[in-house]
């Protein structure tokens, strides 16, 4: 085996880990308490702004929704137009079944007819006569 495969590079161990202060840290990077305090206040004003913006967004979004008194009627109507609507196809398969129904009995007769009268009941004008009329 190869010395380079065999040795395990292990990374540095982070400040945060190794129990550091913000002193140390502080002198490692040669920079002066004032400027790490202007830099962090920095980032914590960008973060603000951004949070800022981010409630001012989300207000916004609140302010076109519709009250909720007009949500709650729209709810009540769509439940009315639902149950309407069930209402109606009950009624449409109801009438359908009728008229199915009203067709078969048509078919029947018309059944009826042509063994009474023949293939052309239809034509025959004599049918078509009630018997009072004579």
């Known amino acids: 085996m190869r010395r380079a495969q065999?040795?395990?590079h292990y990374?540095?161990?982070?400040?945060?880990?190794?129990g550091a202060d913000d002193l140390s840290v502080l002198k490692e990077t040669d920079e002066?308490?004032?400027?790490?305090?202007?830099?962090q206040l920095l980032e914590k004003d960008r973060e603000n702004d951004k949070l800022q913006t981010q409630v001012q967004s989300l207000q916004a979004q609140l302010a076109q929704r519709p009250p909720?008194?007009?949500?709650?009627?729209?709810?009540?109507e769509y439940t009315n137009l639902e149950l309407l609507l069930h209402g109606t196809q009950r009624e449409n398969e109801r009438c359908m079944v009728e008229m199915?129904?009203?067709k078969a009995r048509e078919k029947m007769l018309e059944r009826e007819l042509e063994k009474l009268a023949?293939?052309?009941?239809?034509?025959?004008?004599?049918?078509?006569?009630?018997?009072?009329?004579?």
């Open 100 to 102: 199915e129904r009203g």
């Open 11 to 18: 990374p540095r161990p982070s400040l945060a880990l190794s």
């Open 68 to 76: 909720l008194e007009r949500i709650q009627a729209l709810e009540k």
């Open 6 to 8: 065999s040795v395990r």
């Open 118 to 134: 023949g293939a052309n009941w239809q034509a025959s004008p004599t049918l078509l006569r009630y018997p009072a009329q004579n």
């Open 32 to 39: 002066s308490v004032e400027d790490v305090l202007r830099r």
